[in-house]
């Protein structure tokens, strides 16, 4: 079976450099744990895939595309199918000066951006700096195994997932809902009061909405974003008055009158 | 009448240094304009003021206590009542290199910040820094002409203003909309595609709930926000595929399989 563009997929997946064995990216707290690269800011689990979306490298894109739901495969992607052939013509020589003049003091294994590319600075010799502009992973062998745990169907699930992965781990399954309905077409995305802690919400809705508008314009016509919070009962006033009344509230009128 | 603590009004006032006219705070647009102090991320417009919650000078907010809907005053507010007296005893002589070895060169005029405290450095004297720590206002007899535009009684519209006044002008009244139910205790406050331009907004949230929590935890049990979004038809689709769906994606999978 193969996955059509847009089909919305949860798979797990290792990524490995073949030749040292380096875990790249992982779905799995486990294997992240012990490889050491473990990241508490991560979201592991099963991770929502749109087929054609092309987040992924290519290869591994691929292979998913063909697996059926439960199968788990193990592939070798060379790096055409990776993150592309390391480059001759990417490895610059630059002078030292230019380096100098913008404040950088180049020296090899340094991470410099120049014309907004990031390279790696291979060697300082006089005056001669040999700049590399090749992907750090370019050129290397991946190993990837990877499952597809479930094709989604379900346009609410989609939803789900699709809000998920734009949040921290923080923020559970248990804390977003999703209500849908087919025949209006009608959305309805909730979330409680957890959601109020998320810094850059408004920027994750966007790309959420964006997504939304290209994979699920013909099911989903309107949407609603919806956060509830319980307002407390007298007892517990006292608390959250102090808490959430006074020590966040730096910005008011007050400060601009003093300001002048 | 003597409004109570707790009052919800919403006032037009403009704030004068008596001594030189210079205009220190202003609901008017046109007074801020005339006076050269117009701020364009400024509200302007009657203003929310909650008597007792402490945000304004006491003498305004005494002021704005006594005034019945419609009456507008001019009063002479003393130091006492404004920004405090000068006190000798804030100003402070230190020694030049305390400021040279946090790398700053005390300068007089110079406003530094010392201990989380800002001050305004008067003369430097050899090695002797005189550092004024009275309030830039502290001293000054302030005249407040200030306007009682109207008393708010509707939960509802306490709630729009609560949220209006967090928010930059670029939202505006016709882009807020609140549904309270006074029998449930439920509001819903609701807001457009608009509101996802909007950076600091989770952090408006909390100030708000704090606020709903603080006044209106007798009225109000239950709040929801709401965000509604049009997802675009298939006469929309094409140009917000690439505005949304791409340019704004660069947090992705791809960018952290590529950085491993």
Known sequence: MALPDGAFVL????LRVKETGE???TTSEEEARKAGVYDPKERYGPRLVIIGEGRLIPGL???IKELSPGEEKEVEIPPSEAFGERKPENIKIMPRNVFIRSG???EPGKIVEI???LAVIRSVTGGRVVVDFNHPLAGKTILA???LIKLIEDVGEKLLHLVLRRLPPIIGEEDVKVDYDAKKKYAKIMFNEKILQIADMQAAKRLVVGEIRKYLANAVSELEFSEHIRIAGEGEKKQTETEAGKAEDKSGEQAKTEGG
Do not use: A, F, H, Q
Not at 11 to 14: D, K, L, P, R
């Open 11 to 14: 798979v797990e997946y290792t």
């Open 115 to 117: 014309n907004g590319m």
């Open 23 to 25: 875990v790249i990216d």
């Open 61 to 63: 894109e691929k292979t």
């Open 145 to 147: 195994r990877v499952k």
């Open 104 to 106: 950088v003091v180049p």
